[in-house]
């Protein structure tokens, strides 16, 4: 079991990311190559997260948060796909070993949506 420092040392390594992570969605949304609807998701899923209506309502504790995380790493999970990883790369700030950590993590945020919202979201897939 992990203790609370790990926790702890885990969140500062996620904020330290936020950063870099916030100038990649952007930057690949803004970005012509990637498709428009790859774009278009990831502005919608960006919207449902900021917007006050959400499947599970954010005072339930842990999973009123955790559906914006599954909803946003979708979203950027569908928008690195539709990017390629040339694109990707060259949109990312940080070192590469790390992107590659983060594609890890948002797969494995991505794969915890239940099964009608990832087919929901294969409108973006790549083609």
């Given at each position: ?71 946003v790493a979708s979203g950027l999970r569908r ?25 890890a993590v948002v797969e494995t945020a991505a ?17």
């Amino acid at each position: 079991m992990a203790s609370t420092q790990d926790w702890k040392d885990a969140a500062r390594e996620a904020a330290a990311l936020a950063p870099n992570l916030l100038k990649l969605y952007w930057r690949l949304v803004a970005d012509p190559r990637v498709p428009l609807r790859a774009r278009a998701l990831a502005l919608a899923t960006l919207g449902y997260t900021l917007s006050p209506i959400d499947l599970v309502p954010d005072f339930v504790p842990f999973l009123g948060q955790i559906d914006d995380i599954i909803v946003v790493a979708s979203g950027l999970r569908r928008l690195a796909e539709a990017a390629g990883p040339e694109i990707l790369a060259e949109h990312w700030d940080g070192d590469g070993s790390v992107l590659e950590s983060v594609q890890a993590v948002v797969e494995t945020a991505a794969s915890l949506a239940p099964a009608p919202l990832r087919r929901a979201l294969e409108w973006a897939a790549p083609r």
